[in-house]
């Protein structure tokens, strides 16, 4: 039975718990930091952050709009990044959950490659040890019945994990609501994705990859793997707009 | 009283699925798996189409219930539950084939009590009688045989019944540590997450319930304290576990020397059957009762 | 708080000002949103838009330091449209008392001021008194000279012109809160206040709270479920600290400190004993000298007798008027009067104002013993940029110190419930608990008096002191025993018994206790009463969510404060639905009521506030070292060089340190032309000791920012994300630029001003993180309470070239 995450930013309060907890059970180390300006930090995800909340904000008729987006892989359905594999075993789905799994053959991949097919800008490398890597459901407390780290760790019910089937039943019920104070409100490519984002605004104003991104740099001739994923023929679709209304 | 109403389906399915799941972590308790295993799938089989509770909506008094006086305390007719009697001889054909495979040491008395129940020797309201505790004979048949196998016959009917009757006092307060339904004692906990959409912050501890060994009504109950003798300090309180199997545990009174096994769902990415959860417990259960330790209510098979 | 967190959750509207509770009260917040889903406006009073305010109904940004005309507007607002609650002002706040002749306002400065000592001579702001020398009354609110007159006549300067021009908020905003929080003085309705340090940490501080009092009792919000005015403290024990005398002017149980001027404990208890004739006011304070003595008893034990007023004599006394807070003290070891201190678990040289100066005070000092958990700003002082450690003379001992989870002990949270909670670990290495350094170094310390003698060993020697902190028998102390076999009334005590009660404290000498206000939570029968965790209640409690049988609260297990003004005079409540007590069948139900005595229409009850001498909430508060009705004054350091109020800029009684170091900008300085707040962040706790050393958090929050609307970067060509440089009069801080709409420009007076908010939690002992804000701030204070403004102070801010501590 597929596993899916529901996120809803709604109920986030940019609090970091799932960005520490995340780093925590993997044991990495802080990565150094320093001020830029903003309190979204590090600035982007590393080979040390599988897990970042980013933060936003604008002034929409004389009221400021702060939004938080913890952001993370969508361990996508038909993943992008698995299609665009060239090593054999190095980026697998794990059946049971859906989660995609970087292995240590990803060591072996084209990382450009591999980065640029998946439209939310995931995958990192890291340095030492040549991986490519990113969050993996956190397969290894799966395995042992236990909750991701992230979704654990919550404390305000932003993050949800369960059997997709039950994920999707609590994402309508969840927009339904969130949709009565703020009308803008949506899933994010809940069709095609096993991490669904519930926002309350427009999904650029919380970050550039909230949707997935359909353009491509290197405009290959034909579809691309991006256009693919943001097309409308996945067969889910259907049931997510049934249930988005 | 808060309980917990669980999906029949669904419990089917969670049945499966935590077996599966025991069997692949713990190898050893295969044998034991495979034998209570099939009999907890066809009870709950049972129980999917028993029917609930048919007689009068009970009118039940808030502070007599507030005070312990269970639901079934305060019937008008002789407080039990609905005779279920003449259901049982059908579902003997299903439930005792299926306990014969799983025991073979005892498949041949439960053929014998199998034929006695079909020629009328025993009388379907003996039977209910055994299944509750009553001393009755049959020939070729061990008193112990007889009561465990009429024991599980009746309970897909009793949980049925009180799953209707605990729905009548879901939102009376109970704060005793029998059961809200039939009085009964928990042979079970489980520290459960609350799903409160209306919440800031969502509880991360969770909140106990206790499960009725008789009917498996589950309810609150303050989740420090001992529900055998009520001590509530902390030192005395002992949390008996596996470091390896962390969410299992035995809650155990060095005051009063009773325990109650639970399971913590609080980090658990699926729930098990609580009776599935129950039997991988086991060698806990075992060791904590080496440690001089007396559970509140037995399982069927605490004592084997 | 006067009321409890699950409270919060009753309230029809919710005002939080000077709080960020969403983020630093999180478990608190959760209870207002409770409120918020039911339908209760809650509104954001805060110059920084936070995650508080993304939660809100709406959030009003205000100028720092403008809280008392920004509520002033809303007392006119409630007087002038009659939304006040007749009853309750009439029959149980001071309304109706009649002030004396002598009494005058003028210009900002109330009578009997004395601009020389910098204080008030409060004897004229007295009430005018009948033959038995009760206060005269006059109900029907009329004479001129009643409080209610005064009052309305007061705050009919606050106009929403006024009040908008020099809050920065506009009319319409002020309107908007005005009327929805206002909305709460139907009788059947209530609304909270929540407030913290953004109200205190002001030169006006208590009478930013005083006012929010007055606006609570004209609403009849006082002593009602989700009413009352709730202080959410900083840290979780700071209600229980205060309770057992972490400040100096106070000893436990809110006494006040002894001074010489009091020479013996007959004087002391003369002139700290209200006297009341009035038989229908409790007047509980009337019952102090039992609580004195009892707590001489539990400090001296068999030593404290008759003859010496039970230890009084071997007290060490203050001298009358000075002032022993943390900006007096350090100006005192700055100017060399102190050789050497303890710290535990905090970190002035990070967080009291005017850093530099705390800093180079502490270079004064011969010794210094730091109990902390890391190396802080504090402890290695020493060593800070700049100082050449072999010219510090001082020797530093740090002890390791047990963190939360390794000690038992209890807490009182900001709803005073006192909990105990449980030691989950043993302490790290030599690591101990505070209380067991306290108790072995004392215990040290009279070794070497016994053995050596000295100029006055017996405050040492006679105390009754334990050989080792055991948290379970400091507790029962607390609660207070029986000294000797008594009977009271027809109940017999042994000796060594637990109190049962605090109404069972004695005067004699045959009862001990270490703090009255904890006196019945701990006893023979019920053991620790700050253990329990029953969630038992009556359907009644249930209705306004409380749980009498979880944890215990002092005063006498009471939840509500005041509970006595939630019912009218026959003792039936003023909201049904959500009732605190209630008069039913000859007794009362509910809540414990604030005194069992009945209702007052029996002529046998007595008033409902009963801490106060004449029984009434009081709208005019006689007894404030800086007026009996709060006055806006702009803070010590202020952008503006007049405002509309009255001539007098500043409060004429604020405190200040007076050294070449305490340097304050002009009013309207143009050096300095930017209000600085400061605050507290997530993912820092307080001064950052603890935090800055979890790698994970810092690197989430690793250094040092400015929060900066887009219009001053403009103004100041900065960009997000610059470097940038802060400077008072007193110090730079470097930092970066975070550009933020969260920030707004303020309007005040017709031109802009600008405000910048920094966090307090960097230092530099975590390198180029940055280092204090607090060398910004000034050693400025309440005239009360000596807090300092953090709050509000003047800066600039460039664009830096170079950095150094980033």
Redesign the interface.
């Known amino acids: 039975m597929p596993k899916a995450f529901l996120i809803d930013t709604s109920r986030c309060t940019a609090c970091r718990g799932c960005q520490v907890a995340c780093k925590e059970w993997k044991n990495f180390p802080a990565v150094p930091t320093k001020q830029h300006g903003t309190h979204q930090n590090p600035p982007d995800l590393t080979h040390y952050n599988f897990k970042l909340v980013r933060f936003s904000e604008h002034m929409e008729n004389g009221t400021v709009h702060w939004n938080f987006f913890p952001d993370q892989c969508r361990h996508c359905i038909d993943a992008p990044c698995l299609a665009a594999s060239a090593v054999p075993g190095a980026i697998i789905k794990d059946e049971a959950t859906g989660a995609i799994i970087y292995t240590e053959k990803s060591k072996k991949e084209d990382f450009a490659s591999i980065r640029s097919a998946c439209p939310y800008d995931i995958p990192r490398k890291d340095p030492k040890t040549k991986r490519i890597v990113k969050c993996d459901m956190c397969i290894d407390r799966l395995q042992a019945n236990l909750l991701p780290m992230c979704v654990k760790t919550c404390a305000m019910g932003a993050m949800n994990f369960g059997e997709r089937s039950d994920m999707l039943k609590l994402a309508a019920k969840r927009l339904a609501t969130v949709q009565q104070e703020f009308p803008k409100a949506q899933l994010l490519n809940m069709a095609d994705v096993s991490v669904i984002y519930l926002v309350a605004d427009a999904p650029a104003t919380y970050h550039k990859f909230a949707v997935a991104d359909a353009s491509d740099s290197t405009n290959a001739p034909g579809m691309t793997r991006k256009e693919m994923l943001a097309g409308a023929f996945s067969p889910l679709r259907k049931i997510a707009q049934s249930l988005q209304g | 009283m808060q309980t917990i109403e669980v999906e029949t389906p669904a419990a089917l399915r969670c049945i499966e699925t935590a077996l599966s ?1 025991a069997v692949k972590d713990i190898p050893a308790l295969t044998p034991l798996l495979e034998a209570f295993g099939p009999l907890l799938t066809e009870r709950a089989r049972l129980r999917q189409t028993a029917p609930g509770w048919t007689g009068p909506a009970l009118s039940i008094d808030a502070e007599r219930f507030n005070q312990g006086a269970f639901v079934l305390a305060q019937t008008e007719f002789g407080g039990g539950f609905e005779d279920m009697s003449e259901l049982l001889p059908e579902a003997a054909r299903t439930l005792l084939p299926v306990m014969a495979r799983s025991f073979p040491a005892i498949a041949e008395e439960l053929t014998t009590l199998g034929a006695a129940i079909e020629s009328g020797a025993l009388t379907p309201q003996a039977l209910a009688g055994a299944g509750f505790g009553e001393s009755v004979e049959v020939p070729g048949v061990s008193p112990m045989t007889l009561n465990f196998a009429a024991s599980e016959l009746v309970r897909p009917f009793v949980e049925r019944q009180a799953e209707d009757l605990a729905a009548m006092v879901k939102v009376l ?1 109970w ?1 005793q540590a029998h059961c809200p339904v039939c009085g009964g004692a928990p042979n079970m906990s489980v520290l459960r997450r609350k ?8 509880a ?1 501890g969770g909140q106990r319930f206790l499960r009725c060994s008789c009917c498996t009504t589950e309810w609150k109950h ?1 989740r ?2 001992c529900p055998a003798c009520g001590c ?4 005395e309180l002992l949390n008996l576990r596996d470091p390896a199997r962390a969410h299992e545990r035995a809650d155990a009174c060095s005051r009063c020397k009773a325990f109650v096994l639970c399971l913590d769902t ?5 729930l ?1 059957d609580l009776d599935v959860a129950a039997l991988t417990m086991l060698p806990l259960e075992i060791q904590t009762r080496q440690q001089g330790y007396k559970p509140l209510a037995e399982h069927p098979w605490s004592s084997l | 708080m006067t009321n409890h967190f699950a409270d919060i959750g009753n309230a029809d509207a919710v005002l939080i000002m000077g709080s960020n509770a969403a983020e630093h009260h999180p478990i608190a917040f959760k209870w207002v949103l409770r409120a918020k889903d039911k339908g209760a406006p809650v509104i954001h009073v805060d110059p920084k838009f936070s995650r508080t305010s993304a939660r809100s109904s709406y959030h009003v940004p205000l100028r720092s330091g403008t809280d008392i005309p920004f509520m002033g507007g809303m007392i006119k607002y409630i007087l002038e449209n009659e939304l006040f609650f007749k009853e309750y002002v009439t029959e149980y706040t001071n309304a109706a008392f009649i002030v004396g002749e002598k009494f005058t306002f003028k210009d900002g400065l109330f009578s009997g001021y004395n601009a020389e000592k910098r204080q008030y001579d409060k004897s004229s702001w007295a009430f005018e008194k009948d033959e038995n020398g009760s206060p005269k009354r006059d109900t029907t609110l009329q004479h001129p000279r009643c409080v209610f007159q005064m009052l309305k006549k007061h705050y009919s300067r606050y106009t929403l012109e006024e009040v908008s021009s020099t809050t920065g908020v506009s009319q319409d905003d002020l309107l908007k809160v005005y009327k929805a929080y206002s909305a709460t003085g139907k009788p059947n309705k209530a609304g909270t206040v929540l407030y913290a340090l953004g109200w205190t940490q002001h030169t006006v501080g208590v009478q930013n709270i005083r006012l929010s009092a007055i606006m609570q009792l004209l609403l009849g919000n006082i002593g009602v479920a989700g009413g009352g005015i709730n202080a959410l403290r900083g840290e979780p024990n700071v209600q229980g600290s205060t309770d057992h005398c972490i400040l100096y002017h106070i000893i436990p149980g809110y006494m006040a400190m002894p001074h010489a001027g009091w020479t013996n404990l007959a004087e002391y208890q003369k002139a700290n004993t209200p006297v009341s004739k009035d038989p229908l006011s409790a007047n509980w304070w009337q019952n102090k000298p039992k609580y004195m003595v009892s707590l001489l008893k539990a400090w001296f034990g068999e030593n404290g007798t008759e003859a010496n007023g039970f230890g009084y004599d071997m007290l060490p006394k203050i001298e009358p008027g000075e002032d022993y807070s943390y900006i007096f003290l350090f100006d005192r070891m700055y100017k060399g009067q102190i050789k050497g201190g303890f710290v535990y678990g905090t970190n002035p040289a990070q967080s009291a104002p005017n850093t530099h100066k705390i800093r180079k005070a502490m270079d004064k000092l011969d010794w210094l013993v730091v109990g902390e958990i890391h190396h802080t700003e504090t402890s290695d002082f020493w060593h800070r940029p700049g100082a050449n450690p072999k010219k510090i003379k001082t020797e530093v001992f740090l002890l390791p110190s047990a963190q939360r989870g390794e000690k038992e002990g209890t807490i009182s949270n900001s709803g005073r419930w006192h909990m105990w909670h449980y030691k989950a670990a043993e302490p790290l290495g030599q690591s101990k608990p505070m209380g067991a350094m306290v108790v072995d170094i004392m215990n040290t310390v009279r070794k070497l008096y016994k053995a050596e003698g000295g100029a006055y060993p017996d405050p040492i020697l006679k105390l009754d002191f334990p050989a080792t902190y055991q948290p379970d028998a400091l507790a029962k102390k607390i609660n207070g025993q029986f000294t000797r076999d008594v009977k009271i009334g027809d109940k017999e005590f042994k000796k060594g018994h637990q109190v049962p009660s605090f109404a069972l404290l004695q005067a004699d000498g045959s009862t001990c206790s270490l703090n009255w206000l904890y006196c019945g939570g701990y006893t023979d029968e019920a053991g620790n009463l700050a253990k329990r965790r029953d969630l038992s209640q009556t359907p009644m409690q249930a209705a306004i969510n409380l749980f009498p049988n979880f944890s215990w609260a002092w005063p006498v297990n009471r939840r509500i404060l005041y509970n006595r003004a939630s019912v009218d005079l026959n003792g039936k409540p003023y909201a049904p639905a959500k009732a605190v007590i209630a008069w039913e069948g000859g007794k009362w139900v509910g809540d414990v009521p604030d005194g069992g005595w009945p209702p007052m229409s029996t002529g046998k009850g007595k008033y409902p506030f009963i801490m106060q001498t004449e029984g009434h909430g009081q709208l005019y508060g006689p007894g404030r070292e800086d007026g009996p009705f709060p006055e806006h004054y702009e803070p010590a350091e202020t952008p503006v060089k007049s405002h509309a109020f009255s001539g007098q800029l500043s409060s004429p009684v604020y405190k200040r340190a007076i050294s070449d170091m305490d340097v304050l900008a002009a009013p309207a300085d143009p050096r300095f032309p930017i209000v600085l707040t400061t605050y507290s962040m997530t993912e820092h706790w307080c001064g950052g000791g603890d935090t800055r050393n979890t790698p994970a958090l810092l690197e989430a929050e690793p250094q040092q920012y400015v929060e900066m609307s887009p219009q001053l970067a403009e103004e100041k060509g900065i960009k997000n994300g610059d470097f940038v440089v802060v400077e008072s009069a007193r110090g730079k801080v470097e930092a970066v630029a975070m550009v933020t709409i969260r920030m707004r420009p303020f309007k005040i007076q017709g031109r802009i001003i600008h405000e910048i908010g920094m966090p307090f939690c960097f230092g530099w002992t975590t390198p180029k993180c940055g280092d204090a804000t607090n060398r910004l701030t000034p050693s400025v204070g309440d005239p009360n309470t000596t807090i300092p403004e953090y709050k509000a102070s003047l800066v600039n801010i460039r664009k830096a070239t170079k950095v150094t501590e980033l």
């Open positions: 799941r307060p704060n799903e409160d959409e209306s919440e800031f912050i969502q991360k303050k420090v304290s509530e300090e902390p030192d609080a980090e658990l990415a699926e098990p």
